[in-house]
């Protein structure tokens, strides 16, 4: 059975701070995509990410960064130099199979960037 | 472009009644797929309906049930409202060969009572 575990319930940065966002996740298919979300207070879900499991190179976009290791199923996700506006709650989620119909996320991570 | 569109925004609902939400996909997508979110909780995949038709199921009860009309949009129905019903319903909207892009609903607050 596919699972997503995100150990950090909740995480206080002062701005400017780098913050590292940990995603470990359990799959017994060969082929499977990893995602992350952004939800802020309004509730609406952000893409933000995602990572095909044959794919393990390191992706960086503006101050956001993500560290897909397979040895070790993790897909951690850092933002550099944080900002009051990174404050939300972020989802890992994990998809199998080929036609993708089932999404299993995270409990989520609580990000709150103190000015 | 208009984004998926879910209505009503919040509901308030007293146990054992009969819910009813909306959602309508972005252009061009033909896939839907429901999640409840309970407080504090990540999503959790209820169902998708492509072509009309129920593709895949979560581990919800037949209280939850759903229907795709044949412009896309969709709705979900959940009968026998309980308090655990309590939650964000969020839709999600897909192509059908690009069903892992899910583009996600505002979402309707469904508070039972």
């Known amino acids: 059975a596919q699972k997503v575990t995100q150990a950090q319930t909740e995480i206080s940065v002062v701005e400017k701070e780098d913050v590292t966002l940990d995603c470990v996740y359990e799959?017994?298919?060969?082929?499977?995509?990893l995602f992350w979300y952004k939800q802020p207070p309004s509730g609406e879900l952000v893409f933000l990410i995602r990572?095909?499991?044959?794919?393990?190179q390191n992706e960086i976009s503006g101050r956001y960064s993500w560290n897909f290791q397979k040895s070790t199923s993790s897909f951690n996700f850092t933002i550099t130099a944080s900002q009051v506006v990174d404050s939300a709650v972020y989802f890992c989620?994990?998809?199998?199979?080929?036609?993708?119909?089932?999404?299993?996320f995270g409990p989520g991570t609580r990000l709150s960037v103190l000015p | 472009d208009a984004g998926v569109t879910q209505s009503p925004t919040h509901l308030i609902k007293t146990r054992g009644q009969q819910v009813t939400l909306r959602c309508s996909p972005k252009?061009?997508?033909?896939?839907v797929s429901w999640y409840q979110q309970a407080l504090g909780q990540g999503p959790q995949f209820i169902f998708q309906y492509y072509e009309e038709e129920e593709r895949q199921r979560g581990n919800f009860p037949d209280r939850f049930s759903g229907h795709q009309f044949p412009n896309y949009s969709s709705e979900l129905n959940v009968n026998a409202l309980l308090l655990g019903d309590s939650a964000l319903y969020l839709c999600a909207s897909s192509a059908r060969d690009r069903a892992r892009e899910q583009y996600f609903g505002p979402g309707t607050r469904l508070t039972v009572t």
């Open positions: 989620a994990l998809s199998e199979g080929n036609y993708g119909q089932n999404f299993v």
């Open positions: 799959t017994r298919d060969t082929t499977y995509y």
């Open positions: 252009s061009g997508h033909d896939t």
């Open positions: 990572r095909n499991s044959f794919d393990e």
